[in-house]
């Protein structure tokens, strides 16, 4: 994407271009919508230009799609996305009309209206650009701007949509094209949090996050926004606050390396740990130890469209080079398992594999945190907590900052809980905790 800039030259300083993006939950009931009316009408009246974009109504786009599905199994995809982004527009245009109800004044803007041009791959596209144009002589003309989001418009003139929870995405994006000061996610929960709540109720929210840590929590930030929406924020540079509608409780803000002093970065060597049962173990014992072998492997699964996450190969062990052998072991998602085990079937054949090993009883659980990068022996401790508990590691990848481990499943809350309070994250029992969504 490169959104065209336009800015909307705020004629006093203290003015700010503020985005504000409401969740399905936020818009959910016409009540709830009038207290995003009211939301947005503080902000604009404290002297801001407000952009809204909003979701549709809770259930909405599931129930438009269910009735798409009624019409056969695979419903052609560009009518899918003229049904679907009929949600957002009935939420654009009733959060208008709540503006005008409370004394303001506001405009709905459909996503053709804003043009936010996308590719044409239908329930997936992607966004190519945006023009601030429209948006600007709204607000020029002294309204609130309130976009539908999840759509747009490919060049042809067809509705497209961005993906499941893509209204996020359109929050980002046009807070980056207009080169808004700050882009608001209002949602159901108050934050991002140092892990899951639901398995460690000393789960702490998390004040200030780096695009790079949340990008690698995503296990843990994908229940909040679209982690699609943090790859925009983080190339474009805009500051995003993940916060509550339904509280004035300040959230978890995801900015860049330069929002954070030294001090504050140097403070928490990791800043969240997240798990993730999604991935299943296989290991193929036996294979020749020669070249082009993984070679082999990996290019089958990558024909079969499989991504492989971990990947291990044990050094060869044999009487000479030419019979030496080794065992291989990788993760790939559950969902791709059968097929997987196929293509491995196929081409351990040929590279002389005794036998495969699966294993879906396996969990990965992994530290973050930016702070790795200055601080040694954060790999250590975190082996060293599990090994406290018990818990034996099967298989170990780190990038600069995160370090995961595969164990089994079923030691997941105790090695979270282990690793939570190991790493100084719990909340400290004063302090305040309101996890829980509100749906
Ligand atoms: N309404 C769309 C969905 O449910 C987009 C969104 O809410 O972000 O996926
Ligand atoms: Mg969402």
Do not use: H, M, Y
């Given at each position: 994407m490169s959104p065209q800039v336009q800015s909307t030259?705020?004629?006093?300083?203290?003015?700010k271009l503020v985005v504000m993006k409401f969740g399905g939950t936020s818009v959910g009931t016409i009540d709830r919508i009038r207290n995003v009316a009211r939301r947005c009408l503080a902000v604009s009246k404290a002297g801001n230009d407000v952009v809204v974009i909003v979701s549709a109504m809770s259930g909405e786009t599931n129930r438009l799609l269910k009735m798409a599905h009624e019409f056969g199994e695979i419903p052609d995809a560009r009518e899918m996305d003229a049904l679907a982004a009929t949600g957002e527009q009935v939420t654009a245009a009733l959060t208008a009309l709540a503006i005008h109800q409370q004394g303001g004044d506001a405009r709905s803007l459909l996503g053709h209206q804003v043009r936010v041009l996308t590719d044409?791959?239908?329930?997936?596209a992607r966004i190519k650009t945006i023009d601030g144009t429209k948006i600007g002589e709204v607000l020029r003309e002294g309204r609130i701007a309130v976009v539908a989001g999840f759509q747009g418009v490919d060049d042809q003139g067809n509705i497209t949509t961005l993906g499941r929870g893509g209204s996020d995405t359109s929050a980002v994006a046009i807070a980056a094209a207009i080169n808004a000061d700050v882009c608001e996610i209002y949602t159901d929960v108050d934050g991002v949090y140092t892990t899951d709540p639901n398995v460690c109720p000393l789960a702490r929210k998390i004040k200030k996050i780096s695009y790079e840590e949340m990008l690698e929590l995503a296990s843990l930030g994908a229940k909040v926004l679209q982690i699609r929406s943090v790859e925009i924020a983080m190339k474009y540079g805009v500051p995003v606050h993940v916060r509550?509608?339904?509280?004035?409780v300040e959230g978890t803000l995801v900015t860049s390396?330069?929002?954070?002093?030294s001090g504050e970065m140097e403070q928490?060597?990791?800043a969240g740990v997240a798990y993730d049962k999604n991935e299943a173990k296989l290991t193929m014992l036996?294979?020749?130890?020669?070249?082009?072998v993984v070679a082999k492997i990996f290019g089958a699964l990558a024909d079969g469209n499989i991504s492989v996450d971990m990947i291990i190969q044990n050094i060869g062990t044999g009487e000479s080079p030419q019979k030496s052998a080794t065992d291989v072991t990788f993760t790939v998602t559950k969902a791709d398992l059968p097929r997987a085990k196929a293509i491995i079937a196929k081409v351990g054949a040929e590279v002389g594999c005794r036998d495969v090993v699966i294993d879906d009883g396996i969990v990965k659980v992994s530290i973050v945190g930016m702070g790795m990068r200055s601080h040694a022996g954060i790999a250590a401790r975190m082996f060293q907590i599990l090994a406290s508990e018990g818990i034996n590691i099967q298989a170990i990848s780190t990038s600069e900052i995160k370090v995961s481990c595969i164990i089994s499943a079923k030691y997941t809350e105790l090695a979270v809980r282990a690793l939570h309070t190991g790493f100084g994250l719990d909340r400290k029992p004063e302090e305040e905790n309101h996890p829980s969504s509100e749906k």
């Open positions: 030259s705020p004629e006093r300083a203290s003015r044409n791959a239908f329930t997936k509550s509608s339904f509280s004035d390396e330069e929002g954070f002093s928490l060597s990791v036996g294979v020749q130890d020669q070249p082009g």
